[in-house]
């Protein structure tokens, strides 16, 4: 069953020109406003792609997510905590057969606000596998890994890796064993 606009959620994102940068709105907009762009959904793509269209000056954009604004909500905010929210409000917990679910986040953020801060990304190796499957002129298009034309460099632009800091990096070494047969690393690149 639709819902109409102004029963959802929404978050506006309006690039004000003489601000230089995106203001964020939680509410829902006037019913006559105007926006440049309408973005469906204010998980990680969406938010992701109306943070890109806000960046230029004089752009105005609507993004509508079904769930709430959970920013303040220490469910999600806490690692160890996060599988509180699963089947709970913030999950479309949707059904599959033999009676089991599909988790994805029913708020601001999507399924990024409920996955316990997971963030991962297939070998370079299985993304040229996946793009050998494809027809001769097909893969020029660039869904390999390649570094200049392929796949990394979309996800180079979807992302901003912050390092660990001295902090984080003594509370890492105290929670990890060091004399185990399985490692765990931050992968360097090797050019």
């Given at each position: 069953?639709?819902?109409?606009?102004a029963?959802?959620?929404?978050?506006?994102?309006?690039?004000?020109?003489?601000?230089?940068?995106?203001?964020?709105?939680?509410?829902?907009?006037?019913?006559?406003?105007?926006?440049?762009?309408?973005?469906?959904?204010?998980?990680?793509?969406?938010?992701?792609l109306?943070?890109?269209?806000?960046?230029?000056?004089?752009?105005?954009?609507?993004?509508?997510?079904?769930?709430?604004?959970?920013?303040?909500?220490?469910?999600?905010?806490?690692?160890?905590?996060?599988?509180?929210?699963?089947?709970?409000?913030?999950?479309?917990?949707?059904?599959?057969?033999?009676?089991?679910?599909?988790?994805?986040?029913?708020?601001?953020?999507?399924?990024?606000?409920?996955?316990?801060?997971?963030?991962?990304?297939?070998?370079?190796?299985?993304?040229?596998?996946w793009?050998?499957?494809?027809?001769?002129?097909?893969r020029?298009?660039?869904?390999?890994?390649?570094?200049?034309?392929?796949?990394?460099?979309?996800?180079?632009?979807?992302?901003?890796?912050?390092a660990?800091?001295?902090?984080?990096?003594?509370?890492?070494?105290?929670?990890?064993?060091?004399?185990?047969?399985?490692?765990?690393?931050?992968?360097?690149?090797?050019?």
């Amino acid at each position: 069953m639709a819902r109409p606009l102004a029963l959802c959620a929404a978050l506006a994102l309006l690039a004000l020109p003489h601000l230089g940068h995106a203001s964020i709105v939680t509410s829902t907009p006037p019913n006559h406003a105007h926006f440049d762009f309408v973005v469906i959904g204010g998980g990680t793509a969406g938010l992701a792609l109306a943070a890109r269209l806000s960046g230029h000056p004089g752009i105005s954009v609507l993004t509508i997510e079904a769930g709430r604004d959970n920013r303040t909500d220490a469910a999600t905010q806490s690692l160890l905590e996060f599988g509180g929210v699963l089947g709970g409000p913030l999950d479309w917990s949707w059904a599959t057969a033999e009676g089991r679910t599909i988790d994805g986040g029913k708020t601001l953020g999507g399924s990024s606000s409920i996955n316990g801060a997971a963030w991962t990304r297939g070998q370079d190796a299985q993304y040229d596998a996946w793009n050998a499957l494809l027809e001769p002129e097909e893969r020029a298009v660039g869904w390999g890994w390649s570094e200049d034309s392929g796949l990394l460099h979309y996800m180079q632009k979807s992302e901003t890796f912050h390092a660990p800091d001295a902090l984080q990096r003594a509370q890492l070494n105290a929670s990890h064993s060091v004399a185990t047969p399985v490692f765990l690393a931050l992968k360097s690149r090797q050019k």
